[in-house]
């Protein structure tokens, strides 16, 4: 199992950016995503997740920071997960993890805390500046 995360860089307040995990070794529509933050100093904190699915329905969560600006989705053809990052703000600023865990058939629902999730990506740094 592989997850490698990227699109990471420098950006804009106010600006968009979007993060891509590909992801091996793992029929996705059987899997709960997740992307998680780490900022210097601080605890990894979840931002987003999406369940799996397996029955053709999934559900997303965000974290309250986030809501209404950032947008997780799935490509599973691909292979990949994706976070749409929009108005960036400086305190979105950090290293970006994606996490993956398998789920049981007919699960639609996920979770942000870090000890939900077994398999993990290298991370990709988020810089916000102007």
């Known amino acids: 199992v592989q997850l490698q995360a990227s699109g990471g860089g420098l950006v804009q307040p106010g600006r968009s950016l979007r993060l891509s995990c590909r992801i091996s070794g793992f029929t996705l529509n059987y899997n709960a995503i997740a992307w998680f933050r780490q900022a210097p100093g601080r605890e990894r904190e979840g931002v987003s997740c999406i369940s799996g699915a397996s029955t053709g329905v999934s559900s997303t969560d965000y974290a309250e920071s986030v809501k209404g600006r950032f947008v997780i989705s799935r490509d599973s053809a691909a ?15 950090g290293i970006y993890y994606c996490a993956t865990v398998k789920q049981e058939y007919g699960d ?18 988020v810089t916000v500046s102007s």
């Open 79 to 93: 292979n990949r997960a994706y976070l749409q990052m929009n108005t960036v703000k400086p305190e979105d600023a």
């Open 108 to 125: 639609t629902w996920c979770g942000l805390s870090p000890r939900e999730y077994r398999h993990w990506g290298q991370g990709t740094l």
